[in-house]
């Protein structure tokens, strides 16, 4: 059985989504920043980085899209992503790092006391290049929904929806704001809350509705 280490709207969000989407048996082990800054943490993720994920043979796993491939790859049968060795999941493949190697890093360039910033004038600078970056990353998931969908992966929902999804909650200003910037991307993030197995995480998080 898989062990999540989990808080609460943080990275391990897309991973959870993903377990109960799948419906595969796995123990919820939910952490406070306080625990997740301990060294004791870095003995299961390196960087003391939010989401890990316990092995059934004592390993654990790391890196947020790392861990959506392996559990894609290690339950085929959920279709969570078309299948291993496919071109169509190289193409998930592709999507899914687009995704975790730009937008989640142009977000954690804007995140408030950041290891980028010196003091509050570049900290401020930073959130506005983030904001300004992330937007264009946007406009190409968004410009792919609205020729591909309704889903990332064209007629098939699949794990790639949900990061996606992990991402719309972190926007900034605010998700509402994105919403009206891509209305593509609100009618992804609607038709996510509405899956009904995610309904009981989605509550967890604080993400059953949009910031407003």
């Avoid at 092995?55 to 392996?70: K, P, Q, Y």
Wanted: one cysteine or more; a negative charge.
């Amino acid at each position: 059985m898989y062990k999540l280490y989990n808080v609460k709207a943080w990275g391990s969000m897309g991973v959870h989504f993903l377990l109960e989407e799948m419906n595969v048996p796995y123990t919820n082990i939910w952490m406070t920043p306080e625990q997740v800054a301990a060294p004791e943490f870095r003995e299961l993720s390196p960087l003391g980085y939010i989401p890990a994920l316990g092995l059934d043979d004592g390993s654990t796993l790391f890196e947020s899209a790392a861990i959506v491939s392996f559990l894609v790859t290690a339950h085929p049968d959920k279709g969570m992503a078309p299948q291993p060795g496919s071109n169509e999941y190289g193409e998930f493949l592709s999507w899914l790092h687009f995704m975790s190697a730009n937008l989640y890093v142009a977000y954690n360039i804007g995140d408030a006391a950041n290891f980028y910033a010196r003091n509050a004038v570049e900290e401020a600078f930073l959130v506005e290049k983030s904001i300004e970056k992330s937007n264009q990353l946007w406009s190409i998931l968004a410009k792919r929904l609205e020729t591909e969908g309704p889903w990332l992966m064209g007629e098939n929902f699949s794990a790639l929806d949900i990061y996606a999804f992990m991402l719309f909650c972190w926007s900034r200003p605010k998700e509402i704001a994105l919403h009206a910037e891509f209305p593509a991307i609100a009618k992804l993030a609607q038709a996510v809350r509405a899956r009904p197995k995610l309904k009981a995480a989605l509550e967890a998080h604080g993400v059953m509705e949009p910031r407003s």
